[in-house]
Nanobody
Framework: VQLQASGGGLVQAGDSLRLSCAAS????????VAWFRQAPGKEREFVAG????????NEVNSVKGRFTISRDNAKNTVYLQMNSLKPEDTAVYYC???????????????????WGQGTLVTVSS
């Protein structure tokens, strides 16, 4: 599966953005998908994950209540709705996928086999 992340940009603190991860190739509904981010000088970190069907999601504590992950398997797309953005959310955001029968979405990047190219989100104060 090939992944294409988009939707990043420059916004002010408190604004919203919606990232999209469009997939092509094999049957998208066989893949769990996650968003990771990497800020300058920091390690890549898990942000949110969603199961194959979309029935199970999980988010890192720092974004709970602000970010929502969802998917539309008919459109082969996963979304990350980001509200109340903060300067500390500034990072390159990557989507990643793993083929699995489980609903669990791991938070370690080594568990994902396919990666998009990343989209930059910059939040100014």
């Amino acid at each position: 599966v090939q992944l294409q992340a988009s939707g990043g940009g420059l916004v002010q603190a408190g604004d919203s953005l919606r990232l999209s991860c469009a997939a092509s190739g094999r049957t998208f509904s066989r893949y769990a998908v996650a968003w990771f981010r990497q800020a300058p000088g920091k390690e890549r970190e898990f942000v949110a994950g969603i199961s194959r069907s979309g029935g199970t999601t999980n988010e890192v504590n720092s974004v709970k209540g602000r970010f929502t992950i969802s998917r539309d398997n008919a459109k082969n797309t996963v979304y990350l709705q980001m509200n109340s953005l903060k300067p500390e959310d500034t990072a390159v955001y990557y989507c990643a996928a793993r083929e699995t029968i489980l609903s669990y979405t791991p938070d370690r990047d080594s568990r994902y086999d396919y990666w998009g190219q990343g989209t930059l989100v910059t939040v100014s104060s």
